[in-house]
């Protein structure tokens, strides 16, 4: 309704914007389909990861929870693309304070597929595995400020 007011009022702003601004405001998505977006991706990725956890002892277990680890992780770590935007996520993720935990983060979860469908190498995948949720729990802990900061303390003073 109210383009049709402002193009018969003969103020329209469409041709003063450019192409770029135009694809821009057309292909936004509203706070509650990004909501959605985020839920389903985060819900899928959580229970994708459950599902692995699973079928962890059945035949070829081990490579299956690998993968399906891995997938649910991608998949719940790309959620928040939904709430923030790709190109926001990608700055934050890539930022000075979490480039090195999103370099680790994206390296395990290359070594993990890796190690399950290529090498197939069941203890080798756990370790990768293992290793992963570290990486995702230090690069989690990089959006809390301080937080790494206090986990390094707590554990310094653990081993003195």
Avoid: H
Avoid at 64 to 93: D, E, H, R, W
Avoid at 144 to 156: G, L, N, T, Y
């Amino acid at each position: 309704m109210d383009k049709l007011k402002k193009a018969l009022s003969g103020d329209d702003e469409e041709e003063d914007k450019g192409i770029v601004t135009q694809i821009s405001d057309a292909t936004t998505l509203s706070w509650s389909t990004r909501i959605k977006g985020f839920l389903f991706c985060f819900i899928l990725g959580a229970v994708l990861s459950i599902l692995g956890s699973c079928l962890l002892f059945m035949r070829n277990g081990l490579v299956i929870f690998g993968v399906l680890y891995t997938l649910g992780n991608i998949l719940s770590m790309a959620s928040t693309c939904f709430l923030m935007g790709p190109v926001n996520q990608f700055k934050k993720m890539f930022a000075k304070t979490r480039v090195i935990a999103t370099i680790m983060v994206l390296v395990m979860f290359v070594l993990t597929l890796v190690c399950a469908f290529a090498i197939k190498n069941a203890p080798l995948t756990i370790i990768c595995c293992i290793l992963q949720f570290l990486a995702l729990t230090w690069y989690s802990l990089s959006y809390i400020p301080f937080a790494r900061d206090a986990v390094m303390k707590c554990f310094s003073a653990c081993l003195d």
